[in-house]
């Protein structure tokens, strides 16, 4: 009976592997390539045990604390636990990511495109298809885990020794094996591959965030979280098993699950219902604006919610941050006030830099859900009503503009209104008002640039990703890495004053909005004379 | 004053020529059929003509105006179905259908509603829901319901059942007897047949014949049978004869339209008992076009 149902799931995996054979191995060498390449660049960053030590005072601090997780090993800083604390909770995220991505790929996404019903009227059994989407997304995790493990034990640094690089890798395949079967969890309940991705990115989203406020102030709180559950493991360190076992064990049983609810339901149906709905459409719906707001609606609201719980989240350590300030003799030697703003300020700097990054996404997205219209050829019957290529581009860009403004505000104020109940002296409003939105001209950059890119070459418009993912790196972990200036200039993040340490710059604000707008003609220009769909 | 003009159009996705000159006019007040084989350059046509797509050589012009140019202008008198009918997967039927309605301009809230009646479509699900059929009903509903001077419709009933394609035959004719004009490709040749006045056939990317059914008609053969009381003499080497076979029930062959005359006072000197004939079928049209022009079908 069982057997029956599996029946064809090797056939189906090769054909997985045939079709992703590009994609799996650039995943492999990529995730792999960035592990071992950034750790073995700590010896030539940091070659005395002095600095090591320096930096893992800094590493103690909550606000970084909620951002890379919690630091073990203070008192003797090896390389290896540098590597623990610094790359696992990134290294971990990045694996989760490629198993929503995969998974969602071979479930939802085929069966919403009516591949999976060629492949059902076959002789192959109804959880076929399941099983050898997780049997070639487990294969790739251990995968993960032996290249990760090999790679950075070969690298040869004293304290990277083999126990430790062993279950670095392994931590990070668990954790990938676990999100892969939350993932086909979400596939079987929800209709459509954009649900399913959406569910599982905002568990991955509220995993970080349970983590991050766990990893600052409860412990107990923190093991709730697959991320900070496998952070558990102090990798270099102590190298615990326990958290890789419970993360596969949970695996196991979300996984099945999965298998259960696919085996009951029928294709293409999920679990979460759709409602029968208008009949007409409403006053709004009915103009090139109205329907990239009506179609982008849940997701505004979703990323909007999270970017203010995401401010309040940094927000909230700031209370843990004053404490530590005062107990750390070291931090007030290392930074002294000479420049006249408190650490706190600084923080402040540093963390409404990164929310400004987090905020260009959700702003990136509004506007490519009009290539992703084009691909699924919805661009066409738009185009052919009276509408103008330029006023239905310009309809995206108008709605991402007005999310940036909006979603840096709510960013801000969550900040602030987190911050101000931990702190005893609270900034201002308008203290925190004025940091976030300086970082508005970057953002349109962005905007402009993903604007560039699907006026004149839409296939690339994937690249705007890479660029954000670029900038978060060296202006979050520049200085950390001590990564070189010309690395930095070239992210319009960090040509933006950092309010309140900074002095307001406007000329810089001006030349970044001038950058912004001339992308933004150019790549309107380009729309309007490219082929729609090609 | 011709609605829509196709002048010498080249249109090529990088180094593959998927239209290779097509010449075609559609005048005011007539349905025109667009017919060809699969991947035969229809759609990259309708999609050209739209603007959709950039023209790489030729001149398409609507109601007198570039195509390209004035879409936007254009496109407020021009209703549009595509072949295959992508909506969005979480808003309604009628959500879609006002969308379009109200994105064209012009529109009646009471021709809407009877056109839903009449298509028989449940407005209230989402059309992620909808099967195939329903999906293009939905985008028949508002091409109809929009008071357009030019239809395109690229294979707008390959989804619907025979109910619902006679429905869409009455609103093609309501829409021709309004003076309006349509453009019509169509796998289905049977509707094409009934429906359409002028007709053009594709062929990897060129227009291999264009004219009315009867112009067409005579280029190809008519199919007969006879009986006569004496057997047919030379009837084998008349000219214009083909494929004679002998039944129980009499000879039947076809002949060339154009020499139908003289083989008919041929046949009738052995006494005709009894004469059948049918005239081709564009399906014949079809497929004698395909097997002459180039012959590898
Ligand atoms: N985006 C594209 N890139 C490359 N070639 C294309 C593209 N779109 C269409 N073609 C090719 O152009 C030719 C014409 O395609 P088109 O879709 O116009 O055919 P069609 O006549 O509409 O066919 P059908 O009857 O199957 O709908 C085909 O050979 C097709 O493969
Ligand atoms: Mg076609």
Redesign the pocket.
């Known amino acids: 009976m069982l057997r029956d149902a599996f029946r064809g799931t090797t056939q189906l995996a090769r054909f997985i592997l045939r079709r992703d054979r590009v994609q799996l191995p650039v995943w492999l060498v990529a995730i792999v390539a960035l592990t071992v390449g950034v750790t073995a660049s700590f010896p030539s960053l940091y070659p005395t045990p002095e600095e090591r030590a320096i930096m893992a005072v800094t590493m103690e601090n909550p606000a970084v604390v909620a951002m890379i997780g919690p630091i073990y090993g203070v008192d003797d800083y090896t390389y290896g636990a540098m590597t623990g604390n610094q790359m696992l909770l990134f290294m971990v995220t990045a694996v989760a990511v490629m198993n929503i991505l995969l998974v969602i790929r071979h479930t939802r996404s085929d069966e919403e495109h009516g591949r999976i019903e060629v492949i059902r009227s076959l002789p192959v059994g109804r959880l076929a298809g399941l099983g050898a989407t997780l049997l070639v997304v487990g294969l790739a995790n251990v995968a993960v885990a032996l290249l990760t493990g090999l790679g950075l034990f070969a690298l040869g640094i004293e304290s990277i020794d083999f126990a430790g690089s062993m279950l670095f890798g392994v931590a990070m395949g668990a954790t990938g094996i676990a999100f892969a079967a939350v993932t086909a969890l979400f596939a079987q309940l929800t209709e459509t591959s954009r649900g399913a991705t959406g569910l599982s990115f905002a568990a991955l989203g509220l995993a970080y965030l349970v983590r991050a406020v766990g990893d600052v102030s409860s412990e107990t709180l923190a093991r709730l979280s697959p991320l900070g559950l496998i952070l558990r493991t102090e990798v270099y360190v102590r190298n615990l098993w326990w958290p890789v076992w419970v993360t596969l064990g949970v695996a196991a049983v979300v996984a099945g699950l999965a298998f259960y609810l696919n085996a009951v339901r029928d294709l293409g149906a999920g679990f979460l219902r759709a409602r029968p709905g208008r009949e007409h459409a409403t006053k709004f719906l009915g103009t090139p604006f109205g329907l990239a707001a009506r179609l982008q609606r849940t997701s505004f609201i979703a990323w909007a919610v999270a970017l203010f719980v995401l401010g309040a989240a940094y927000g909230s350590v700031f209370g843990d941050l004053d404490a530590f300030f005062e107990s750390s003799e070291m931090i007030k030697m290392m930074l002294p006030e000479a420049a006249g703003f408190s650490l706190g300020e600084q923080f402040t700097a540093l963390v409404l830099a990164v929310m400004a990054m987090f905020t260009a996404v959700p702003v990136a997205l509004l506007l490519l859900k009009l290539g992703s219209e084009e691909r699924a050829w919805r661009v066409d019957t738009v185009l052919a009503a009276a509408v103008s290529r330029r006023r239905l581009l310009l309809s995206y860009v108008t709605l991402a503009f007005l999310a940036s403004v909006l979603m840096q505000g709510l960013c801000g104020l969550g900040f602030w209104l987190a911050s101000s109940a931990a702190m005893e002296e609270p900034f201002g409003l308008g203290q925190i008002a004025a940091a976030s939105f300086v970082y508005l001209p970057a953002i349109w950059v962005m905007l402009g640039l993903a604007v560039l890119l699907l006026g004149w070459w839409p296939k690339g418009t994937g690249l705007i990703w890479l660029y954000i993912v670029y900038s978060f790196f060296v202006v979050y972990l520049g200085d950390l890495l001590r990564l070189p200036d010309g690395m930095k200039r070239v992210t319009p993040f960090s040509h933006v004053p950092q309010l309140p340490v900074d002095a307001m710059e406007w000329g810089a604000v001006a030349v970044l909005t001038l950058l912004a707008l001339v992308a933004t003609a150019l790549g309107v220009a380009g729309y309007r004379r490219r082929?729609i769909?090609? | 004053m011709a609605v829509l003009e196709i002048r010498n159009l080249v249109?090529r996705?990088?180094n593959?020529t998927?239209?290779d000159g097509i010449d075609l006019e559609v005048k005011q007040g007539e349905v025109y059929g667009f017919i060809?084989?699969?991947?035969?350059?229809?759609?990259?046509?309708?999609?050209v003509v739209l603007g959709i797509l950039r023209a790489d050589a030729g001149e398409v012009r609507i109601f007198g105006k570039d195509a390209w140019r004035h879409a936007v202008e254009l496109h407020k008198r021009i209703a549009y179905v595509p072949?295959d009918v992508n909506l969005w997967p979480n808003l309604t039927g009628g959500e879609v259908i006002d969308l379009f309605v109200r994105l064209r301009g012009k529109s009646s809230a009471a021709r809407r509603d009877e056109l839903v009646r009449r298509f028989d479509l449940d407005t209230s699900k989402k059309c992620g829901t909808y099967s195939k059929g329903n999906r293009q009903k939905v985008a028949l509903v508002a091409a109809f319901a929009s008071d357009a001077d030019l239809y395109i419709l690229?294979?707008p009933t390959s989804g619907l059942d025979p109910l619902m394609e006679r429905v869409f035959q009455e609103c093609i004719a309501e829409v021709k007897a309004a003076g309006k004009s349509v453009l019509l490709?169509s796998?289905i040749l049977s509707e094409v047949e009934r429906l359409c006045d002028r007709v053009s056939i594709?062929r990897?990317?060129k227009i291999i014949e264009t004219g009315t059914l009867e112009d067409l008609r005579h280029l190809t053969r008519t199919n007969v049978r006879v009986q006569t009381s004496r057997p047919i003499e030379g009837l084998r080497e008349l000219k214009g004869v083909h494929n004679v076979v002998e039944t129980e029930r009499g000879v039947t062959f076809q002949v060339d339209t154009d020499e139908l005359g003289s083989v008919i006072s041929h046949v009738s000197r052995f006494g005709i008992l009894d004469l059948q004939s049918a005239p081709p079928t564009l399906e014949d049209l079809f497929m004698h076009h395909y097997k002459n022009a180039g012959g590898e079908l």
């Open positions: 082929d769909g090609v | 249109k996705y990088g593959f998927a239209l060809g084989p699969n991947g035969a350059g229809k759609t990259t046509t309708i999609r072949g690229d294979e490709s796998h594709i990897q990317g």
